[in-house]
């Protein structure tokens, strides 16, 4: 991946001599203790405050090269207010560019720098740089992810970014090691900013340089502009590989062959009648899904033309690759999101929701919450907002942990599929067509022992959904695409009609509470099986054809432990039962003879029926014997066998559902 890195950079740096615009600065030459923009004629900040805390002064207490450097940090959890600004000679459409730096981010602390595309800042962000506490640096852009790496923290090393613009060609790199390539949504660049970005920021930046130049396209030459995977995704999971191909010379290219590597599996395709033109760029699928293998495997890809010769292949080949994550068994995922249709920003978090619902429908559920729109619920849209860290529209929570963005959802997601839940919950119901009453019973069956208050809530989406009152239409700040691509609504206009738009995920009626309704008892024991009672009335209006009734159970701790998205005819199918919060014995429970010699009744009357079972231990506390009677009701004569059991005192746990009663018995022979 490195030597692909060096090819590219070849490729490029052949067309830096003599370049039309170049600055270094290397910070030597400046005063020790002194603010940066007054001492310079290149150097500025944001608002164009130099000499003020928007500044940045010189420091000897760390350089890559010489004495000196410039230092970043904040305390302020949104950064700041250090913002330094070096603008370009112009905004670059065009040529060959690179920029790059020396860091030192200290042990634990983060990093960040960003690419303006416009000479008026502040208007768009070309490329993000995000240098993190774990020790990864992630490349963004128009909403998308677009290289990723290792960076050492608590040492200098070197960054740089390099871009062929004319044919929107990048790649990166952390000391020499590629960190792949890809292609910018704002494919321009105007200058960069420096920004301590939160209260972890604490880094040192030296030999900084830059230069751009015109491009010279050679007779015949393709380029892998970049490889089309995802670089997460469940174990196991069919993923489509794709290669994006980019036409760097001044011929024509028809046909090529492309070819890829990923663990075992190879795959080939060759491509005819392309008409692919100088500069133009083609994105073409392998016929081939990678099975994804777990952990991080490298994918190779190589393309090459077909009835030419290339002039330069050492650009033919590119390197990625994917993580395998593989999901605890059993576990769903439930996203939250904070939206409205007034809101202009939330069509980024319908898109998430519906594109991960899509891909991991065995594994995530999305839920719509809505806010002062026509498909509002008043209580769960206020425990949303009340939820600690929320400060707008659109947020989300994964698994009632932190308040993030819902272009976040996907990394929260991988984070917790992995975590081992305590239960499995699923849920059955009945319903009168008539009234819209829906009686509802989610099951719980315990994975491990546990204790605390565990608490269970249902809430029911609907998908979907469409209005005609003006208050379906959604507001959409992404129409016209100058903030990239989102899923289709970038194509749209702002609003986009109510006619015109569909939403799903809708939460419909939220029962149980938002944090839930606490379970009878503190304590359960691993497959202990538990059923809960709620009721609700589903709106008129609700097309019950396309809603999904989701149990969720909370751990003590009020993040969600799992959850299940059921149909309502699996939930019809699987039927109501009385729930703990309603099973009561009806009566004392005798057991009879007792002193017993070899076989006793047990004499028990339920209100409801229940899941019945019998555990026996000595005196002790160990377990000597036990019965699952399975689901009981009314009056009942339980036989118990007492012919294994030594003559002695002993403890009877008798259990419906939830609740149990605790006997002695006398064993006498």
Same mark, same amino acid.
């Given at each position: 991946?490195?030597?692909?890195?060096?090819?590219?950079?070849?490729?490029?740096?052949?067309?830096?001599?003599?370049? !039309?615009?170049?600055?270094?600065?290397?910070?030597?030459?400046?005063?020790?203790?002194?603010?940066?923009?007054?001492?310079?004629?290149?150097?500025?900040?944001?608002?164009?405050?130099?000499?003020?805390?928007?500044?940045?002064?010189?420091?000897?207490?760390?350089?890559?090269?010489?004495?000196?450097?410039?230092?970043?940090?904040?305390?302020?959890?949104?950064g700041g207010p250090q913002d330094v600004v070096l603008p370009f000679t112009d905004a670059y459409t065009s040529g060959v560019y690179k920029i790059g730096m020396k860091l030192f981010i200290e042990d634990g602390k983060t990093g960040y720098f960003n690419l303006q595309a416009e000479k008026v800042i502040g208007t768009t962000w070309a490329i993000d740089v995000n240098f993190n506490t774990d020790g990864t640096v992630v490349l963004t852009g128009g909403g998308s992810t677009l290289a990723s790496g290792k960076y050492p923290q608590g040492e200098w090393f070197a960054f740089e970014i390099a871009g062929n613009i004319s044919a929107n060609l990048w790649a990166t790199s952390v000391n020499g090691g590629s960190l792949g390539t890809f292609t910018l949504a704002s494919n321009k660049v105007a200058s960069i900013d420096i920004y301590p970005a939160n209260a972890n920021a604490s880094f040192y930046v030296d030999d900084?340089?830059?230069? !751009?130049?015109?491009?010279?396209?050679?007779?015949?030459?393709? =380029?892998?502009?970049?490889?089309?995977?995802?670089?997460?995704?469940?174990?196991?999971?069919?993923?489509? #590989?794709?290669?994006?191909?980019?036409?760097?010379?001044?011929?024509?290219?028809?046909?090529?062959?492309?070819?890829?590597?990923?663990?075992?599996?190879? =795959? /080939?395709?060759?491509?005819?009648?392309?008409?692919?033109?100088?500069?133009?760029?083609?994105?073409?699928?392998?016929?081939?899904?990678?099975?994804?293998?777990?952990?991080?495997?490298?994918?190779?890809?190589?393309?090459?033309?077909?009835?030419?010769?290339?002039?330069?292949?050492?650009?033919?080949?590119?390197?990625?690759?994917?993580? &395998?994550?593989?999901? $605890?068994?059993?576990?769903?995922?439930? $996203?939250?999101?904070?939206?409205?249709?007034?809101?202009?920003?939330?069509?980024? &978090?319908?898109?998430?929701?519906?594109? #991960?619902?899509?891909?991991?429908?065995?594994?995530?559920?999305?839920?719509?919450?809505?806010?002062?729109?026509?498909?509002?619920?008043?209580?769960?849209?206020?425990?949303?907002?009340?939820?600690?860290?929320?400060?707008?529209?659109?947020?989300?929570?994964?698994?009632?942990?932190?308040?993030?963005?819902?272009?976040?959802?996907?990394?929260?997601?991988?984070?917790?599929?992995?975590?081992?839940?305590?239960?499995?919950?699923?849920?059955?119901?009945?319903?009168?067509?008539?009234?819209?009453?829906?009686?509802?019973?989610?099951?719980?069956?315990? /994975?491990?022992?546990?204790? =605390?208050?565990?608490?269970?809530?249902?809430?029911?989406?609907?998908?979907?959904?469409? &209005?005609?009152?003006?208050?379906?239409?959604?507001?959409?700040?992404?129409?016209?695409?100058?903030?990239?691509?989102?899923?289709?609504?970038?194509?749209?206009?702002?609003?986009?009609?109510?006619?015109?738009?569909?939403?799903?995920?809708?939460?419909?009626?939220? +029962?149980?509470?938002? /944090? =839930?309704?606490?379970?009878?008892?503190?304590?359960?024991?691993?497959?202990?099986?538990?059923?809960?009672?709620?009721?609700? +009335?589903?709106?008129?209006?609700?097309?019950?054809?396309?809603?999904?009734?989701?149990?969720?159970?909370?751990?003590?701790?009020?993040?969600?432990?799992?959850?299940?998205?059921?149909?309502?005819?699996?939930?019809?199918?699987?039927?109501?039962?009385?729930?703990?919060?309603?099973?009561?014995?009806?009566?004392?429970?005798?057991?009879?003879?007792?002193?017993?010699?070899?076989?006793?009744?047990?004499?028990?009357?339920?209100?409801?029926?229940?899941?019945?079972?019998?555990?026996?231990?000595?005196?002790?506390? /160990?377990?000597?014997?036990?019965?699952?009677?399975?689901?009981?009701?009314?009056?009942?004569?339980?036989?118990?066998?007492?012919?294994?059991?030594?003559?002695?005192?002993?403890?009877?746990?008798?259990?419906?559902?939830?609740?149990?009663?605790?006997?002695?018995?006398?064993? #006498?022979?």
């Amino acid at each position: 991946m490195k030597q692909i890195y060096f090819f590219l950079l070849f490729m490029l740096s052949t067309l830096w001599v003599s370049a !039309q615009a170049s600055f270094s600065d290397d910070f030597e030459s400046y005063t020790v203790g002194e603010y940066l923009g007054p001492q310079s004629d290149k150097w500025t900040t944001w608002s164009v405050k130099d000499g003020t805390t928007e500044d940045t002064k010189i420091t000897n207490a760390k350089a890559a090269s010489g004495t000196k450097s410039i230092y970043f940090s904040s305390t302020s959890a949104s950064g700041g207010p250090q913002d330094v600004v070096l603008p370009f000679t112009d905004a670059y459409t065009s040529g060959v560019y690179k920029i790059g730096m020396k860091l030192f981010i200290e042990d634990g602390k983060t990093g960040y720098f960003n690419l303006q595309a416009e000479k008026v800042i502040g208007t768009t962000w070309a490329i993000d740089v995000n240098f993190n506490t774990d020790g990864t640096v992630v490349l963004t852009g128009g909403g998308s992810t677009l290289a990723s790496g290792k960076y050492p923290q608590g040492e200098w090393f070197a960054f740089e970014i390099a871009g062929n613009i004319s044919a929107n060609l990048w790649a990166t790199s952390v000391n020499g090691g590629s960190l792949g390539t890809f292609t910018l949504a704002s494919n321009k660049v105007a200058s960069i900013d420096i920004y301590p970005a939160n209260a972890n920021a604490s880094f040192y930046v030296d030999d900084f340089y830059y230069s !751009q130049d015109v491009f010279t396209p050679k007779p015949n030459d393709i =380029g892998i502009s970049g490889v089309t995977v995802a670089p997460r995704d469940l174990t196991g999971i069919k993923s489509p #590989l794709g290669v994006n191909i980019t036409n760097l010379g001044a011929s024509t290219v028809n046909d090529m062959e492309i070819e890829f590597q990923y663990g075992s599996l190879s =795959g /080939k395709k060759t491509v005819t009648g392309l008409n692919l033109a100088s500069l133009g760029s083609k994105s073409i699928l392998f016929d081939e899904e990678i099975t994804v293998l777990a952990g991080a495997n490298p994918i190779q890809v190589t393309a090459k033309l077909i009835g030419a010769t290339d002039d330069d292949a050492a650009n033919n080949a590119s390197a990625s690759s994917t993580t &395998g994550v593989t999901p $605890a068994a059993d576990k769903f995922v439930i $996203a939250e999101e904070a939206t409205g249709t007034w809101c202009g920003w939330c069509p980024r &978090g319908a898109v998430m929701l519906d594109r #991960l619902s899509k891909r991991y429908p065995d594994y995530f559920i999305g839920i719509a919450v809505h806010n002062a729109d026509p498909m509002v619920v008043t209580d769960y849209d206020a425990g949303i907002r009340g939820l600690s860290g929320f400060t707008g529209f659109p947020s989300a929570t994964v698994g009632r942990t932190a308040i993030i963005d819902p272009l976040a959802i996907e990394t929260a997601f991988f984070s917790r599929v992995i975590e081992a839940p305590k239960s499995s919950v699923r849920v059955g119901a009945s319903f009168d067509e008539t009234s819209r009453v829906i009686k509802l019973s989610p099951k719980i069956t315990f /994975k491990a022992n546990v204790s =605390g208050s565990y608490k269970m809530a249902v809430v029911i989406v609907e998908d979907s959904v469409r &209005g005609t009152a003006t208050g379906y239409a959604q507001a959409n700040y992404y129409s016209g695409g100058a903030q990239g691509p989102m899923g289709g609504f970038e194509l749209l206009p702002n609003p986009v009609p109510a006619n015109k738009m569909t939403y799903n995920h809708v939460a419909r009626v939220l +029962t149980g509470g938002f /944090k =839930g309704t606490a379970l009878p008892l503190n304590s359960y024991k691993k497959d202990d099986v538990v059923y809960m009672n709620f009721e609700a +009335t589903i709106p008129a209006g609700v097309k019950l054809e396309n809603i999904h009734i989701i149990p969720i159970l909370f751990a003590p701790s009020g993040l969600i432990d799992n959850g299940y998205p059921a149909k309502l005819e699996e939930a019809l199918a699987e039927g109501f039962t009385v729930g703990a919060n309603d099973i009561t014995f009806n009566g004392d429970v005798v057991i009879y003879p007792n002193p017993v010699a070899f076989e006793s009744i047990i004499d028990l009357t339920l209100d409801n029926p229940a899941e019945v079972s019998v555990e026996i231990y000595d005196m002790t506390g /160990k377990l000597v014997g036990s019965k699952n009677y399975g689901k009981l009701s009314g009056s009942n004569e339980l036989l118990l066998n007492a012919s294994n059991l030594n003559n002695g005192t002993y403890l009877a746990r008798i259990k419906a559902g939830a609740e149990e009663i605790t006997k002695n018995i006398v064993v #006498l022979k």
